[in-house]
């Protein structure tokens, strides 16, 4: 079984075992429970979803945590099911994640479905909520391709910050580097539904390409291909936070 966020380990214990919580007091005294190989004998210690929790020896429980990092293609929807596009999911199992590694991944920053790029899937949902959180300021780097020349009103106004009348907010100071007089740069601490489509839209200025290139400390390599992914280590994924 999993839990969903932490337990009491001999709540956990109970439920996991279908055991009265008494009886769960004297198996721990007679400490034949670890977690995550230390003898455990203390009511009150804590568990996870991820903890190793063993009962004479036999797992109870191991879930590990991962974190994937997928170079989305365009055309693909970022969600787990949809009924007429082709979902992220679908292109990590064609790509070769077994379906045992694949149904527990939710999406830590969602990208357009016309968008493509460095696109973050974990199961752990304590490192995507502190990624995602307003406060941690994490930087999101976009390349952009526009119609039409960019201009330095636009530039200054993605620095100030841009009204939306809709949610009633103001966004967040960005960065716009003009690369060539239709491409940019854009840095975002946060990620507002079609942020940077809207934010080009004030100027009247379609977005034709748009590439996510790096969450963070975490860089889309250009050697990783479209509908390619790779899998990070707890170290790797760190740094951000
Ligand atoms: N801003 C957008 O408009 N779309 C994305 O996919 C990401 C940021």
Same mark, same amino acid.
């Given at each position: 079984m999993t839990v969903a966020k932490r337990y009491r380990l001999d709540r956990f214990l109970s439920i996991a075992t279908n055991t009265p919580r008494r009886s769960i007091r004297r198996i721990l005294a007679q400490k034949r429970v670890t977690v995550d190989g230390e003898i455990a004998d203390d009511i009150r210690q804590q568990v996870d979803q991820f903890s190793l929790v063993t009962l004479d020896g036999i797992a109870l429980q191991h879930r590990s945590r991962r974190y994937i990092l997928l170079h989305k293609p365009v055309g693909v929807v970022s969600a787990t099911k949809d009924d007429i596009h082709r979902t992220v999911i679908d292109v990590l199992?064609? +790509? #070769?994640?077994? &379906?045992?590694e694949l149904n527990d991944l939710h999406i830590a920053g969602r990208l357009d479905l016309? +968008?493509? #790029?460095l696109l973050l899937l974990t199961n752990d949902s304590d490192w995507s909520a502190a990624l995602m959180a307003p406060d941690k @300021?994490?930087? @999101?780097? $976009?390349?952009v391709t526009l119609e039409n020349?960019?201009? &330095?009103d636009c530039i200054t106004a993605f620095e100030q910050g841009i009204y939306f009348p809709y949610e009633?907010?103001?966004? @967040?100071?960005a960065v716009l580097e003009r690369l060539t007089p239709n491409t940019a740069r854009v840095t975002l601490v946060e #990620?507002? $539904?079609?942020?940077i489509k809207r934010m080009f839209g004030r100027f009247r200025n379609p977005v034709l390409k748009l590439h996510r290139v790096a969450i963070g400390d975490i860089r889309l390599d250009a050697s990783l291909e479209s509908g390619q992914f790779l899998s990070l280590s707890a170290k790797e994924i760190t740094p951000n936070l």
């Amino acid at each position: 079984m999993t839990v969903a966020k932490r337990y009491r380990l001999d709540r956990f214990l109970s439920i996991a075992t279908n055991t009265p919580r008494r009886s769960i007091r004297r198996i721990l005294a007679q400490k034949r429970v670890t977690v995550d190989g230390e003898i455990a004998d203390d009511i009150r210690q804590q568990v996870d979803q991820f903890s190793l929790v063993t009962l004479d020896g036999i797992a109870l429980q191991h879930r590990s945590r991962r974190y994937i990092l997928l170079h989305k293609p365009v055309g693909v929807v970022s969600a787990t099911k949809d009924d007429i596009h082709r979902t992220v999911i679908d292109v990590l199992r064609d +790509s #070769g994640l077994p &379906d045992s590694e694949l149904n527990d991944l939710h999406i830590a920053g969602r990208l357009d479905l016309n +968008s493509s #790029g460095l696109l973050l899937l974990t199961n752990d949902s304590d490192w995507s909520a502190a990624l995602m959180a307003p406060d941690k @300021k994490v930087a @999101k780097v $976009y390349e952009v391709t526009l119609e039409n020349p960019i201009s &330095d009103d636009c530039i200054t106004a993605f620095e100030q910050g841009i009204y939306f009348p809709y949610e009633n907010i103001t966004t @967040k100071p960005a960065v716009l580097e003009r690369l060539t007089p239709n491409t940019a740069r854009v840095t975002l601490v946060e #990620g507002k $539904y079609h942020q940077i489509k809207r934010m080009f839209g004030r100027f009247r200025n379609p977005v034709l390409k748009l590439h996510r290139v790096a969450i963070g400390d975490i860089r889309l390599d250009a050697s990783l291909e479209s509908g390619q992914f790779l899998s990070l280590s707890a170290k790797e994924i760190t740094p951000n936070l």
